[in-house]
């Protein structure tokens, strides 16, 4: 059998593996990523560690077949450059090309949500489905489709960005530079934001109670205290899934996925969010596409990138 390693990187740690043929992981690790190293260094770390990983499983050299890498930021795959990342300090940065000289391996690079969508299309939550739609609730918001095993990037490369949806009604500026994009609200981010608000504003709540300076307040604060009866944190948690919703209706008409699937941290608030933006998605579509798709939980956790980016070189590579 052969095998693919898969790379997740991201601005903090980054994680690398080695994957099967049919997605399953036989090892991984995660490693700080230190950006201020540059990137040579940190490609030179992550040869390094997929050395060290297929040593350690005993796996030959040869049976290596290729290797992966989802990447934050703009991308563009065809010729493996990382056009903008942002947290990691990259610009057209030629990725592919250096780990290939690194490594003597074909590498192959996309967006890290774009890896970690196609890892729960093929291997997780939406597998078996043909039109799988993706997003993932984390520091921001972000998606991608993936429609019979193809990825669809769009113009550019560029298809997915549903988080710099622009809300005429929201008022919070976006680490983008404009004010009111959907992922102020829709995100890990967005939830601990509202609520730390409206408390400012002088709303009651029991995280007043928790935490002395608001600024604490993080979004699985929110969910804890909507478990325990907060009014304030059930609210903020219904707005969130309402938003979501009323994006997804916009969605689920242009590209009539068959699944969609919703990971990342801001997601474990699970049907404190899911159910309002089930209710709000179902009130606002017709009555032909209601019950013509499924909403699932990720499944893979933070193996998804991993995965994703292993099949997806691996579907690259013998292509052609």
């Known amino acids: 059998m052969k095998y693919a390693a898969g790379v997740d990187v991201g601005g903090t740690n980054m994680e690398c593996g080695i994957v099967d043929e049919l997605g399953h992981v036989l090892i991984k690790r995660k490693y700080p990523t230190h950006p201020e190293r540059g990137a040579d260094a940190i490609l030179e770390s992550i040869a390094l560690a997929l050395v060290q990983l297929r040593e350690e499983v005993k796996i030959a050299a040869n049976d290596i077949e290729v290797i992966g890498l989802g990447i934050p930021g703009l991308v563009d795959p065809e010729a493996g450059i990382s056009l903008r990342a942002v947290n990691l300090n990259w610009n057209q940065v030629p990725v592919a090309a250096k780990l290939m000289e690194l490594t003597g391996k074909p590498v192959f690079i996309d967006n890290d949500v774009r890896m970690y969508v196609y890892g729960e299309a093929v291997a997780g939550a939406g597998r078996g489905y043909d039109y799988v739609y993706g997003i993932t609730i984390g520091t921001g918001l ?179």
């Open 142 to 320: 972000a998606a991608a489709f993936v429609q019979r095993g193809e990825i669809h990037r769009g113009h550019r490369f560029m298809a997915g960005e549903i988080g710099h949806v622009p809300l005429d009604h929201v008022s919070f500026a976006c680490g983008c530079g404009r004010t009111g994009c959907l992922e102020t609200i829709v995100s890990a981010t967005g939830i601990a934001k509202q609520a730390q608000t409206r408390i400012e504003q002088g709303e009651g709540s029991v995280l007043s109670e928790w935490f002395t300076d608001v600024k604490d307040i993080r979004s699985s604060d929110v969910s804890r205290a909507c478990l325990a009866g907060d009014d304030l944190s059930r609210d903020v948690l219904d707005q969130t899934g309402r938003e979501l919703g009323r994006a997804l209706a916009w969605v689920v008409p242009t590209l009539s996925p068959d699944v969609i699937v919703i990971g990342g941290g801001g997601a474990l608030a699970g049907e404190l969010i899911f159910k309002p933006m089930k209710d709000e998605l179902h009130q606002r579509l017709l009555q032909d596409y209601r019950h013509h798709f499924d909403i699932k939980s990720a499944e893979l956790s933070d193996t998804a990138g991993i995965i994703g980016s292993a099949l997806w070189a691996l579907h690259q590579h013998r292509q052609g």
